[in-house]
């Protein structure tokens, strides 16, 4: 059974950056490299919003409209480990963000890791 941990929220002033992290584990039939991941968050009162993926193997990002040019994926498959460098948060970014198997968010999602983006 596939799972996944993140880790790196926190409290930032706008402006400032964060590294999220996602530790995979449970890989029985493929390895962490075959699977597409993605990032996807919620904020407060809100429903669960796409943020960016990466593509199976050696990657391949694609990004959210507002988030593009300011997040950055990126994989480490011989951790098993995905990243998500923010820089540039807005408070608007302030979300509980959730990593997830497949390219759109839809798959096995971990317990999230809570980002405040205010000063």
């Known amino acids: 059974e596939v799972q996944l941990a993140e880790s790196g929220g926190g409290l930032v002033a706008p402006g400032g950056s964060l590294r999220l992290s996602c530790a995979a584990s449970g890989f029985t039939f493929s390895p962490f490299s075959s699977y597409a991941m993605s990032w996807v968050r919620q904020a407060p009162g809100k429903g669960l919003e796409w943020v960016s993926g990466i593509n199976r193997g050696s990657g391949g990002e694609i990004y959210a409209d507002s988030v593009k040019g300011r997040f950055t994926i990126s994989r480490d498959n011989a951790k098993n480990m995905l990243y998500l460098q923010m820089n540039s948060l807005k408070t608007g970014d302030t979300a509980r963000y959730y990593c997830?198997?497949?390219?759109?968010?839809?798959?096995?999602r971990g317990q999230g890791t809570q980002v405040t983006v205010s000063s």
């Open positions: 997830a198997t497949g390219l759109s968010g839809a798959g096995v």
